[in-house]
């Protein structure tokens, strides 16, 4: 778009962003939540107001979009007002939606193997296994170089990761077999995983999330389950291993050990041995 086709407004929203460091995907979103919203009011962006967001939340809410959708774009439109338009009520104006608390799905150990034993070829079933064995996401393990194997420390270096930070995740022996194996047979010269059309860019989390559902389809699987799972399932398994919890924030890059905390309501061993109160009562049983 030519520099003077440029609203004025956008363009300002565009020099906030870029001055607190926000990435390129997050501005995108802020910027297509801000023009939704004037699509649908048939307002420019110096027209709207706050009475404009809550039309647009109500449309939004009775299309029946998810709340953790809904919520990105007001916090998108949160910024515009509060920051762009310098109007700092818009916290109060625009309200944030409460979301249902949900526990994540969860494989057995015996499932997450069908499952990468199923994948579509060596590439997928590697990719899958860093996904799981590392507990990346998606858009980490698809942006991994080959350099980011650290066989010496037994570490993978994230770079970049959600929140914009590096960190070390782990390196089993045996994730660093089948990486080794995958190498040999591919030699991949820069990325991880290249693209199947250049070897000079890296496949895509969409690609990545396409071959985990035939995996999944393959393997029989009919949990809900998404790409995320593996992740999920990594932190999990941990946790039933007994592994200390904060440990397991820093495996994952989580700011805060509530994040983490929610895996403690699904490991299965944090609730075997315990004996209900009502067991303790040694009540007679009531007759038949």
Partial sequence: ???????????????????????????????????????????????????????????????????????????????????????????????????????????????????????PGLKWRTALSVAYG????????????????????????????????????LLSPHLLATLRNWWKVARPPVWLFPNRLTSFNAVTPRSLNRAFHVAVRTAGISKPVCLHTLRHCFATHLLEQNVDVRVIQVLLGHKKLETTSVYTHVAAKTLDGIESPLDLLQLRPPPA
């Fill in 134 to 169: 590392a507990g990346l996401r998606a858009a980490e393990v698809v942006g991994l170089k080959v350099g980011d194997i650290d066989s010496q420390r037994m570490r993978i270096r994230v770079e970049q990761g959600k929140g914009r930070r590096d960190r070390d995740a």
């Fill in 1 to 119: 778009m030519p520099e003077e086709a440029i609203h004025p407004l956008r363009r300002r929203m565009v020099e906030d962003m870029t001055l607190r460091n926000f990435d390129q995907r997050t501005q995108q979103a802020y910027i297509r939540a801000v023009r939704s919203c004037c699509r649908y009011c048939d307002r420019t962006p110096g027209e709207l107001t706050f009475e404009d967001v809550r039309r647009y939340q109500l449309h939004l809410t009775q299309s029946g979009l998810a709340p953790a959708s809904i919520n990105g774009a007001m916090v998108a439109l949160r910024f515009f007002f509060r920051v762009t338009l310098k109007r700092p009520e818009a916290l109060d104006y625009i309200p944030i939606a409460r979301q249902p608390q949900r526990l994540p799905v969860v494989l057995t150990p015996d499932e997450v193997a069908r499952l990468l034993q199923a994948a």
